[in-house]
């Protein structure tokens, strides 16, 4: 840990308590002023200050004096309704907040565990095939020895590639998720937004395993191509087409809602497959719009047609093995995260303290 105070990690905190500089300096009582100068690094904060900005902040003092890297937010930033524009300042300052804090934590974490892919992550530049989404979709499933028809699991999937999900709270903030890929020496980190429905979920997290497999150098196309890349992944046209044919050539709501819990994907993203895949015709689209507009389920579908979530397993684990092979409290781990215990338990979702045992494991296995 630094010995100074870490004037951007001022900044980072009200960032991630959602205020702006006035409002901090309200509640705290120090002139606004002093604050701008500290922040800015022109000023040297006096031991009191500290303590009445850490206790407004909720971030133990030693928070302000790390050393750890400060990333910006990626390029692709999975907006929902693809309207990033709906997204305000306050907003993204909160999401870069809350992603830096999440990175610096697993950085910590993975100085005692070693994570094990079980199988690598292919790359296929989407401009060596021309632009043919359908086509790299296609070679990913056949990477990874996937079967025919729906995916079961799509975030075991990711994970035993080596991914670490986070699932992150972002409360009113419309976006679904975001991915760092490019830290070296740490692996591909998915953060999505948990207060999504299961069905959106699993598209989002396909869509950024687009974003991992295609892109490497932004462009205009990217969004649209990794939306294709997700539906093309999650049903490919071959598996789809003949399941549509199993239940009729006319294709209804009730159609659809049978489909969803099998394919594991919203009516709509089944709805808009059969589209673009030429399945259904314009005119079919548009009437079947209509009808689920008049049914009122385009912002949300039926709830008895949800299927579980598909919980990540690495970071529980990594957790795991730190309170259970190398003896952590969690007052511990939390302090060693920079965190106070009660923010620890909330983002890490830890209701209850864990046992304890005296031997060490530092290889993690995912598939157990």
Known sequence: MASQFNAKLLLLARQARGLNQLELSERTGIDQGLLSKIENGLREPKAEVIKRLSDELGFPQTFFHQSDRIYGLPVSVHASHRKKCSV????????????????????????SVELTPKMPI????IDEYKGDVEQVATLVRRFWLLPRGPIENLTDCLERAGCVIFWCDFPNIAIDGITIATIPEMPVCIFLNKDRPADRMRFTLAHELGHIVMHRIPHPEMEEQANHFAAAFLMPYFDIKEQFGMIGNRITLEKLAYLKPIWRVAMQALLMRAKDTGIISKNQSDYLWKQISIAKIRLQEPPELDFPHEEPKTLKTVLKLHFEELGYTISELAEALYLHESEFRKKYDIDKSPPRRKHLRVLYDNSQ
Request: proline share 4%; hydrophobic share 45%; net charge positive.
């Open 122 to 125: 292919p790359h296929f530049d």
């Open 88 to 111: 305000g300042i306050r907003q993204l300052d909160y999401i870069h907040a809350e992603l830096n804090i999440r990175l610096w934590n697993l950085k910590k974490l993975l100085q």
